[in-house]
T-cell receptor
Framework: DGGITQSPKYLFRKEGQNVTLSCEQNLNHDAMYWYRQDPGQGLRLIYYSQIVNDFQKGDIAEGYSVSREKKESFPLTVTSAQKNPTAFYLC??????????????FGQGTRLTVV | DAKTTQPNSMESNEEEPVHLPCNHSTISGTDYIHWYRQLPSQGPEYVIHGLTSNVNNRMASLAIAEDRKSSTLILHRATLRDAAVYYCILITNAGNMLTFGGGTRLMVKP
């Protein structure tokens, strides 16, 4: 089955450590996105990528980094510079960044807790 | 940025129709109206989208006002599994970077 997979589902880290969240898709989509969701809030865009080897900052990119070395993969690193990293992280993909008439597919999310 | 306004919450009885409103008074002529829903502790899932005409699919119907400044997502028979947060989102020609507002939390009573 085609889809988008995030791992792990739950992640615990100590404060000051960097952590990388995985996102893989087998939908042959060019565009991929990372969102952050805090309790009771909507999703906020962290980074997005239109195509391999290209990515752009979203609304809340500070303290995060990404790479897009392969079409299928868009890992997100939460660095120690992120002041409030505990949140629910969601990855998504769509056929193209500018395809307005298509849907986005979301992973099941990674819940990161920093202690 | 094109914005949408939705009620914070709505309540429905099981097996009854639900009409979820969305206002988007600053919509431009080429913006698409998309709806997603998010069940608890899950990623959002696509529901339906449209441009000008009303749309139907197996999940729901989308009714778009003639002036396109508002739209309504219609669930024809609400079930307990439809309890979720529903997001109305405008997709502009700037790209598919979805901008999520607070959405409407739908509660379904048995």
């Amino acid at each position: 089955d085609g889809g988008i997979t995030q791992s792990p589902k739950y992640l615990f880290r100590k404060e000051g450590q960097n952590v990388t969240l995985s996102c893989e898709q087998n939908l042959n989509h060019d565009a991929m996105y990372w969102y952050r969701q805090d309790p009771g809030q909507g999703l906020r865009l962290i980074y997005y990528s239109q195509i391999v080897n290209d990515f752009q900052k979203g609304d809340i990119a500070e303290g995060y980094s990404v790479s897009r070395e392969k079409k299928e993969s868009f890992p997100l690193t939460v660095t120690s510079a992120q002041k409030n990293p505990t949140a629910f992280y969601l990855c998504a993909s769509s056929i193209e960044l500018t395809a307005m008439n298509t849907e986005a597919f979301f992973g099941q999310g990674t819940r990161l807790t920093v202690v | 940025d094109a914005k949408t306004t939705q009620p914070n919450s709505m309540e429905s009885n099981e097996e009854e129709p639900v009409h979820l409103p969305c206002n988007h008074s600053t919509i431009s002529g080429t913006d698409y109206i998309h709806w997603y829903r998010q069940l608890p502790s899950q990623g959002p899932e696509y529901v339906i989208h449209g441009l000008t005409s009303n749309v139907n699919n197996r999940m729901a119907s989308l009714a778009i006002a003639e002036d396109r400044k508002s739209s309504t997502l219609i669930l024809h028979r609400a079930t307990l599994r439809d309890a979720a947060v529903y997001y109305c989102i405008l997709i502009t020609n700037a790209g598919n970077m979805l901008t999520f507002g607070g959405g409407t939390r739908l509660m379904v009573k048995p």
